[in-house]
């Protein structure tokens, strides 16, 4: 078993009622009780951070590909654009 170590926390008269009650019913030690809240708060957390993290991640690419694609799009309206003027420059085609 992993160490414990013993720490002070203020928790409001109605936490800690529900904390007992749950205890009770399910058998398993208050303590423990709120271990696993404080680990399933930590998984939370993480999973947030990373979710955050994956988010910026996208929004910076979704960014550059956008740029990416106006500058290729002003490209080709301009080579679109040099075509139609040759074109209407050649006798004979319009």
Same mark, same amino acid.
């Given at each position: =078993?992993?160490?414990?170590? !013993?720490?002070?926390?203020?928790? *409001?008269? !109605? %936490?800690?009622?529900?904390? %007992? +009650?749950? $205890?009770?019913? +399910? ?11 404080? /680990? $399933?708060?930590?998984? #939370?957390? @993480?999973?947030?951070?990373? #979710? @955050? ?5 996208? @929004?910076? #690419?979704?960014?550059?590909? *956008? *740029? /990416? +694609?106006?500058? *290729? ?5 301009? +080579?679109?654009? %040099?075509?139609? !003027?040759?074109?209407? =420059? ?5």
């Amino acid at each position: =078993m992993k160490k414990l170590l !013993k720490r002070t926390i203020r928790i *409001t008269p !109605k %936490q800690l009622s529900s904390l %007992q +009650t749950i $205890a009770k019913q +399910t058998g398993i030690p208050l303590a423990a009780i709120v271990r696993k809240a404080i /680990d $399933a708060y930590l998984h #939370e957390a @993480s999973i947030d951070r990373i #979710e @955050s993290e994956l988010i910026d991640r996208v @929004s910076k #690419e979704v960014r550059a590909a *956008t *740029t /990416d +694609t106006r500058r *290729t799009r002003k490209k080709a309206e301009k +080579t679109l654009d %040099q075509i139609r !003027k040759r074109r209407f =420059m050649i006798p004979g085609l319009s």
